[in-house]
């Protein structure tokens, strides 16, 4: 690892966001870059190989049929953001990384040598597709092109600005690079459809940054909210300096799941205080780190 890449690294455990990681075919040496460096804790909650046919279909719940695409590649991203939300405290700010790739090998390869590369968060997906020009690397060479690429997309996702040398020949490689970024209503319809399970939401936009510091969450339906609920949640919070938030899940037993008109419409009944939005209600008490977090 060079100098460069070492310093980009030492950014992104820097930033407060939280990845995990889910890669096949191609940029391992990454994973050694960002776990070699110090306070890769804060950064990595999880790094996962899907590198089997089975181990890919256990992961996305069915066979793609085609393993190293773009579309692939942002379903393992979606796979891994969701894990991600599972792991961290409510409110963090959490990314999804996927990669799937078909680089040099024993054999030769019928199609092109190259890699695939989504950065999911709750606003926006990054996206990266690189062709390498064949016979002009070896197997250590692509991964090694490969590898910066993907620091250059955590860097990137973490909202980091500094330059990654990817080593890339501007003849003989071909990188496409794009970003989409999710409307409040999209990103509400992708929680209501299933494709993620929570956000954090501020009823007129949502929330920008991690929710900081110890909370305490109340979960209710909150149709209405009513001064009881006001009063248990300032009454807990009472008890230890804290954030309040509310948690409300759009699905519910014995209950028809809520519109996105229903969800804006209760979340408006809410001043001031963190709204954290769930597909399904939580069932567990506590947070991945096990003190910072209380639910009631």
């Known amino acids: 690892m060079d100098a460069t890449i070492k310093a980009v690294v030492e950014a992104i455990h820097a930033s407060p966001t939280q990845a995990v990681l889910f890669i096949s075919g191609g940029a391992s040496q990454a994973l050694g870059w960002l776990l070699s460096v110090p306070r890769a804790s ?13 181990s890919m279909l256990h992961l996305l719940h069915k066979v793609p049929s085609q393993y190293v695409n773009s579309e692939v590649a942002d379903e393992v991203a979606l796979a891994a953001y969701n894990h991600a939300l599972t792991l961290s405290r409510s409110g963090a ?4 990384i996927g990669l799937t790739g078909a680089l040099i090998s024993s054999s030769p390869k019928r ?16 996206k990266y597709d690189l062709v390498l020009s064949k016979g002009w690397r070896d ?43 999710f409307t409040e209503d999209e990103q509400l319809d992708q929680l209501v ?6 956000i954090s939401y501020s009823g007129k936009q949502t929330i920008a940054g991690p929710i900081k510091g110890r909370r305490f969450i109340l979960s209710g339906s909150f149709n209405p909210l009513h001064e009881g609920h006001l009063k248990l ?10 954030v309040p938030c509310f948690e409300m899940s759009a699905i519910n037993a014995d209950k028809p799941p809520l519109t996105v008109n229903e969800i ?11 709204k954290v939005l ?12 096990g003190h910072s977090e209380a639910r009631l």
């Open 93 to 96: 700010s959490v990314a999804g």
């Open 111 to 126: 199609g092109d040598h190259r890699c695939h590369i989504a950065a999911r968060t709750q606003s926006c997906i990054l």
């Open 278 to 289: 769930r597909r399904k209600p939580c069932k567990d008490v506590g947070s991945a780190d």
């Open 264 to 274: 804006k419409k209760r979340v408006g009944q809410f001043t001031e205080r963190a």
């Open 42 to 54: 804060r950064t990595v909650l999880e790094a996962r190989v899907p590198y089997s046919k089975m």
């Open 193 to 198: 459809n299933g494709e993620t399970c929570m």
């Open 139 to 181: 197997r250590f060479g692509e991964e090694n092109v490969t590898s910066r690429l993907l620091i250059k997309a955590v860097s990137d996702i973490c909202g980091i600005t500094m330059t990654v040398p990817l080593d890339l020949d501007e003849i003989h490689d071909t990188l496409h690079a794009s970003r989409s970024d």
């Open 233 to 242: 949640l300032d009454a807990a919070c009472s008890v230890a300096e804290c």
